[in-house]
């Protein structure tokens, strides 16, 4: 059954995902060096989670009467899933690139690699020290590092689905409320909120957290929040989230620097939220600009990291990170950007939105 998709679309909501994906981009090719320009850069990722609730509740809260639950599980994974098998397959390609050698510098067996792969286009995570945990680093999805953010997506649509969608309003405020000071608790403990891609320190509830807030947030926020008459935000909310990546990590004492990325995470980030949709007095070249980058985004944020094993590779990641400079390798750094974006284009272009295209077809 086809679903009336007559409701106004949010073009801001897409070119602020965007913007948060070059973000993820900056945020990596900075990562394993001394000193970064974007701190926080991760953060990314949980304005990512709080889009996705605020969109998932704003398009299908009143969908139910005409829509079954294998329904929605079908149409998230023709969104979705398409990407993910693409990014499999690109890391796959991208370790037996370099050599299929982990980070100790051992080999990984080919059939090992296969494995990893099938695992990864089924989204089943690996455990650290497993043989499929074929670089050797803890990472859930090891061939492409940055799909632990969709295991925890997908979980969020199996919970919205099954349980959150049915929930009244209060009881998805105390849920937002209780996890909230969860994630206050977790920054605070740590120092930081770069959480979740591994098991590692209890990183499985860790990411759960990161993952719950803000998508339970953004589910609410579509129910109870009235649009207020703002214009031209995307450039303010886009500065905005470039902002918080930028602002240099609080030094002392660690949780300061925690509870400040909590704080983006339960104020600013819903605010910016609230901003784009209430903007509707944007021109054509805006939409244009912000459905270019929503289109953009989600190909980029799954094709970048493969290319980027083969930058820190490059420049010499041993698992404990690097001691060059930016100043050191930035050829080889504008390369990777140029190569990730230019997949990126193909991929949105040539894959995913003509097998979504099929797939929703059927």
Same mark, same amino acid.
């Given at each position: 059954?086809?679903?009336?998709?007559?409701?106004?679309?949010?073009?801001?909501?897409?070119?602020?995902?965007?913007?948060?994906?070059?973000?993820?981009?900056?945020?990596?090719?900075?990562?394993?060096?001394?000193?970064?320009?974007?701190?926080?850069?991760?953060?990314?990722?949980?304005?990512?989670?709080?889009?996705?609730?605020?969109?998932?509740?704003?398009?299908?809260?009143?969908?139910?009467?005409?829509?079954?639950?294998?329904?929605?599980?079908?149409?998230?994974?023709?969104?979705?899933?398409?990407?993910?098998?693409?990014?499999?397959?690109?890391?796959?390609?991208?370790?037996?690139?370099?050599?299929?050698?982990?980070?100790?510098?051992?080999?990984?067996?080919?059939?090992?690699?296969?494995?990893?792969?099938?695992?990864?286009?089924?989204?089943?995570?690996?455990?650290?020290?497993?043989?499929?945990?074929?670089?050797?680093?803890?990472?859930?999805?090891?061939?492409?590092?940055?799909?632990?953010?969709?295991?925890?997506?997908?979980?969020?649509?199996?919970?919205?689905?099954?349980?959150?969608?049915?929930?009244?309003?209060?009881?998805?405020?105390?849920?937002?409320?209780?996890?909230?000071?969860?994630?206050?608790?977790?920054?605070?403990?740590?120092?930081?909120?770069?959480?979740?891609?591994?098991?590692?320190?209890?990183?499985?509830?860790?990411?759960?957290?990161?993952?719950?807030?803000?998508?339970?947030?953004?589910?609410?926020?579509?129910?109870?929040?009235?649009?207020?008459?703002?214009?031209?935000?995307?450039?303010?909310?886009?500065?905005?989230?470039?902002?918080?990546?930028?602002?240099?990590?609080?030094?002392?004492?660690?949780?300061?620097?925690?509870?400040?990325?909590?704080?983006?995470?339960?104020?600013?980030?819903?605010?910016?939220?609230?901003?784009? &949709?209430?903007?509707?007095?944007?021109?054509?070249? =805006?939409? %244009? /600009?912000?459905?270019? *980058?929503?289109? !953009? +985004?989600?190909?980029?944020?799954?094709?970048?990291?493969?290319?980027?094993?083969?930058?820190?590779?490059?420049?010499?990641?041993?698992?404990?990170?690097?001691?060059?400079?930016? &100043?050191?390798?930035?050829?080889?750094?504008?390369? =990777?950007? %140029? /190569?990730?974006?230019? *997949?990126?284009? !193909? +991929?949105?272009?040539?894959?995913?939105?003509?097998?979504?295209?099929?797939?929703?077809?059927?």
């Amino acid at each position: 059954m086809l679903l009336n998709d007559s409701r106004p679309h949010y073009d801001i909501l897409d070119g602020l995902r965007g913007v948060a994906a070059l973000i993820v981009i900056v945020y990596h090719v900075f990562e394993l060096m001394p000193g970064t320009p974007v701190p926080h850069g991760y953060l990314a990722v949980d304005f990512f989670f709080i889009l996705s609730g605020f969109v998932i509740g704003y398009a299908y809260d009143g969908r139910w009467g005409e829509m079954t639950t294998a329904g929605f599980f079908k149409r998230r994974l023709i969104r979705l899933h398409p990407m993910v098998v693409a990014g499999a397959v690109l890391g796959a390609l991208t370790f037996l690139i370099q050599g299929g050698v982990r980070w100790d510098g051992s080999k990984a067996g080919t059939g090992w690699v296969m494995l990893a792969t099938l695992c990864a286009m089924l989204m089943i995570p690996a455990a650290p020290g497993m043989s499929r945990e074929v670089r050797g680093n803890g990472e859930m999805f090891p061939l492409n590092g940055p799909s632990w953010s969709l295991f925890f997506e997908y979980i969020g649509n199996i919970l919205y689905a099954l349980l959150l969608r049915r929930l009244p309003k209060w009881a998805l405020a105390v849920i937002c409320a209780v996890s909230g000071v969860l994630l206050a608790w977790i920054a605070a403990r740590d120092g930081f909120l770069g959480v979740g891609w591994s098991f590692i320190d209890g990183g499985f509830l860790a990411g759960m957290v990161r993952m719950l807030f803000p998508y339970s947030a953004g589910m609410l926020m579509a129910r109870v929040l009235k649009p207020a008459k703002v214009r031209k935000t995307f450039i303010f909310c886009g500065l905005t989230l470039m902002a918080v990546a930028i602002i240099p990590a609080i030094g002392g004492q660690a949780w300061r620097n925690g509870l400040f990325e909590a704080f983006c995470v339960t104020a600013v980030f819903p605010c910016l939220v609230w901003l784009g &949709a209430s903007d509707s007095s944007y021109g054509e070249r =805006t939409k %244009a /600009v912000c459905s270019f *980058l929503g289109d !953009l +985004s989600y190909p980029l944020y799954m094709v970048h990291y493969p290319v980027f094993y083969l930058f820190y590779h490059h420049i010499g990641f041993d698992g404990n990170g690097v001691s060059k400079t930016f &100043a050191e390798v930035w050829p080889a750094a504008l390369v =990777t950007v %140029a /190569v990730s974006l230019t *997949l990126a284009i !193909l +991929s949105m272009r040539f894959y995913d939105r003509p097998v979504r295209k099929y797939l929703s077809s059927k």
